[in-house]
Nanobody, 121 residues
Framework: VQLQASGGGLVQTGGSLRLSCAAS????????VAWFRQAPGKEREFVAA????????YYEDSVRGRFTISKDSARNTVLLQMNSLEPDDAAVYYCARGTQYGTTQNSYNYWGQGTQVTVSS
């Protein structure tokens, strides 16, 4: 299983980006795909997750209402639409896949390589 994250870049405060996480191989209905982020000098933190089968979504409080996680089943891809970006959102964003929902890294077995999001003030 491989995960490929893409879509990061430089955006101004208030701008938008859409991240993509493409998975190789089939994603089973029991899977959960999540996004985490890690800013310099900080711990990696949970951002959002989606249950592949049911589509149930979860968000970290600071991004709820600004970020939207979704899935494209035909492309085995999970998207993270990020709107109203703030400097505090700047980080390397990672996608991850596991078999149970959780907000800690050890809930997820497979990780992508990360994509950099930079927000200028």
């Amino acid at each position: 299983v491989q995960l490929q994250a893409s879509g990061g870049g430089l955006v101004q405060t208030g701008g938008s980006l859409r991240l993509s996480c493409a998975a190789s191989g089939r994603i089973y209905s029991s899977a959960v795909v999540a996004w985490f982020r890690q800013a310099p000098g900080k711990e990696r933190e949970f951002v959002a997750a989606i249950r592949w089968g049911s589509g149930i979504k979860y968000y970290e409080d600071s991004v709820r209402g600004r970020f939207t996680i979704s899935k494209d089943s035909a492309r085995n891809t999970v998207l993270l639409q990020m709107n109203s970006l703030e400097p505090d959102d700047a980080a390397v964003y990672y996608c991850a896949r596991g078999t149970q929902y959780g907000t800690t890294q050890n809930s997820y077995n497979y990780w992508g390589q990360g994509t950099q999001v930079t927000v200028s003030s």
